[in-house]
């Protein structure tokens, strides 16, 4: 299974990005999507998850309203939109994949992992 995020640059506060992750090597249609984000000395933490159908969704409080996460299933893809950044978002933004059709927020749930994309938010 490989998953491969892009999308991640330089913006300005308030601006917006969107990252991608394509998955290959599962059926993606049948699994859980996640986004988790890494930022410099801290632990890694969960941003948003999506179930099997796009469905339903979850958000960590600190990205509710902002972020948008949604998938295709026909392009193997799932998308984060986000939407008036913050300095505090800047982060290494990390695409995985749980083996379960019911979203779980739980890091080590999620079995495979993208490289991860940097966003940095200028202020």
């Known amino acids: 299974v490989q998953l491969q995020a892009s999308g991640g640059g330089l913006v300005q506060a308030g601006g917006s990005l969107r990252l991608s992750c394509v998955a290959s090597?599962?059926?993606?249609?049948?699994?859980?999507m996640g986004w988790f984000r890494q930022a410099s000395g801290k632990e890694r933490e969960f941003v948003t998850a999506?179930?099997?159908?796009?469905?339903?969704?979850y958000y960590a409080d600190s990205v509710k309203g902002r972020f948008t996460i949604s998938r295709d299933n026909a392009k193997n893809t799932v998308y984060l939109q986000m939407n008036s950044l913050k300095p505090d978002d800047t982060a290494v933004y990390y695409c995985?994949?749980?083996?379960?059709?019911?979203?779980?927020?739980?890091?080590?749930?999620?079995?495979?992992w993208g490289q991860g994309t940097l966003v940095t938010v200028s202020s």
């Open positions: 090597g599962r059926t993606f249609s049948r699994y859980v």
């Open positions: 999506i179930n099997w159908s796009g469905r339903s969704t």
């Open positions: 995985a994949t749980a083996p379960r059709t019911d979203i779980t927020i739980a890091t080590d749930e999620y079995d495979y």
